[in-house]
């Protein structure tokens, strides 16, 4: 765990909640729509990657079916040099590349759901039932960060459609379905 501030997120870290305030303000889900994918350490976990990261982190919990989620900061670009389309044809998808932090690189959000890699209710169904977020329900993909028991996080884009081979994050298809909102480009390393 402290591996991850060793890469210029050093002062970050004084500003990373405790677990102890982070237990304080989670909201219990309980019921039969509860999914259970994953325990408090675990979240803490991706909460404390996602600060590292500078992706300004923000819990939210989805009540049916019941999970916590964060909504982050992800750099996407704003405009392109040239004529390349989404894949959509829309035009306002991820079409063209800008390094995250340059000035033509925009803001937008990001749904990650947090995942124990020991939980054995992982399957298409509970993947199917993570795209299924009351506050975004047109999200066309998610990161899943699933948590080792060792606190080590990894992030991985899931699409909730069968998606063509694509080279490199420019050519990511648009957000939502239905403009704006959740989604957007990943800064893993």
């Avoid at 992706?55 to 916590?68: A, C, E, K, S, T």
């Avoid at 704006?180 to 893993?188: L, M, Y």
Wanted: net charge negative; glycine share 10%; proline share 10%.
């Amino acid at each position: 765990m402290f591996r991850r501030w060793q890469k210029d997120a050093v002062g970050k870290y004084r500003t990373l909640e405790s677990f102890n305030t982070f237990l304080a303000r989670l909201s219990p889900i309980s019921g039969p729509a509860a999914l259970g994918a994953c325990d408090p350490a675990d979240l803490y976990a991706v909460l404390s990657v996602l600060h590292s990261k500078g992706r300004n982190p923000q819990l939210q919990v989805n009540n049916d079916p019941g999970f916590y989620y964060f909504v982050t900061d992800a750099a996407q670009p704003a405009e392109c040099d040239g004529p390349a389309p989404a894949p959509s044809g829309r035009g306002d998808g991820g079409a063209c590349a800008a390094a995250p932090g340059s000035p033509n690189a925009s803001l937008r959000r990001e749904a990650v759901v947090p995942v124990s890699s020991k939980s054995l209710q992982l399957t298409t169904d509970t993947l199917n039932k993570f795209f299924q977020l009351e506050a975004h329900p047109h999200v066309s993909h998610i990161l899943l960060a699933t948590v080792d028991d060792d606190g080590s996080v990894s992030l991985v884009r899931v699409f909730n459609y069968v998606q063509p081979p694509f080279e490199g994050p420019e050519t990511l298809p648009p957000l939502e379905a239905e403009g704006g909102g959740v989604g957007g480009e990943s800064d893993d390393d």
